[in-house]
């Protein structure tokens, strides 16, 4: 199936005592480009969050952002070390004795100092945090992918009209193309019987000048790699997903035949044509810089 590389996928789980809240927006680039947002606790974590991406993203722009949320009891405890801070003020006081100096030693202070209080985390259990990580992540990841399915079915259609419309132009081309040899026989014909009177004209010259102009104006080549190249994009759009770059290269084939077909004609009706073309061909080209 067709998925397009814009979409936007949202999650949230909570699970022991930890919530989790993933989101994923996509949008088009080249390759897969992926740009992770979340706090710094999680950043070992980085790699398997982008091998799980992997699973069910090929090529946009993707941006993450992950928040992390305790809910159940404290993680973060405070601890007084009184030692240290009997330490510091015998040692100050000793200062203000020595150097005859008023003692102000106040506890705001002395609660400044190295040790006197520190901070311990509880150990973070990376198994059980991960589990219900890569459980929000893989929800998001699920509903980005929907998303770009269901763009991908507006593209395909889309894009199925286009090609029918170049369908068409290449038929009226195929039809018209030998209608200009004939036109250009009769022209030619006439103009020599004008300028020559009741002169009998060498027809083998004539025919000549006739296959010449012929193999000059002939897009006959060109046509049949038109259908070609359709009939591919029509197939590589039935087959699936993960075809944006093979179509995007058919689509420059298309146009570098278009310009061929425009180069080679001297019939309006054809010039026009041969314009509609190249404008199909780029708005087809629009559209598949969004297929994945």
């Excluded at 590389?5 to 993933?22: S, W």
């Excluded at 994923?24 to 999680?42: E, G, T």
């Excluded at 506890?107 to 520190?118: A, G, N, Q, W």
């Excluded at 763009?151 to 200009?180: N, Y």
Aim: net charge negative; charged share 35%; with cysteine.
């Amino acid at each position: 199936m067709i998925k397009s590389m814009t979409g936007f996928g949202r999650c949230e789980i909570c699970e022991d005592d930890r919530k989790f809240t993933v989101e994923i927006k996509s949008v088009n680039h080249r390759y897969l480009d992926v740009n992770l947002k979340m706090p710094k606790r999680l950043n070992l974590f980085e790699s398997s969050i982008r091998s799980v991406l992997k699973e069910y993203l090929q090529r946009g722009k993707v941006d993450i952002f992950i928040t992390c949320e305790d809910v159940g009891p404290e993680t973060v405890h405070i601890r007084y070390n009184k030692d240290a801070a009997a330490k510091y003020l015998e040692y100050l006081r000793q200062m203000a004795q020595d150097f005859d100096l008023e003692e102000d030693v106040s506890l705001s202070v002395l609660s400044r100092y190295p040790e006197v209080f520190s901070m311990e985390e509880t150990q973070e259990d990376e198994e059980g945090t991960w589990k219900t990580l890569e459980k929000a992540l893989r929800g998001a990841a699920g509903e980005l992918t929907a998303a770009r399915m269901r763009e991908g079915e507006h593209l395909k259609a889309d894009l199925d009209g286009k090609l029918d419309e170049l369908g068409a132009h290449v038929a009226f081309i195929e039809e018209r193309s030998p209608q200009i040899v004939t036109e250009y026989r009769q022209r030619l014909s006439e103009r020599v019987k004008e300028l020559l009177g009741d002169v009998q004209a060498d027809e083998g010259r004539l025919l000549t000048e006739v296959a010449v102009f012929a193999d000059k104006v002939c897009v006959d080549e060109e046509i049949v790699r038109l259908k070609s190249h359709i009939n591919s994009m029509k197939q590589a759009l039935e087959n699936g997903e993960g075809v944006g770059r093979r179509l995007d290269f058919v689509a420059q084939e298309m146009n570098r035949e278009a310009n061929t077909i425009l180069s080679k004609t001297t019939d309006l009706s054809i010039s026009d044509r041969g314009i509609d073309l190249k404008t199909l061909i780029e708005k087809v080209r629009e559209q598949i810089q969004n297929i994945e």
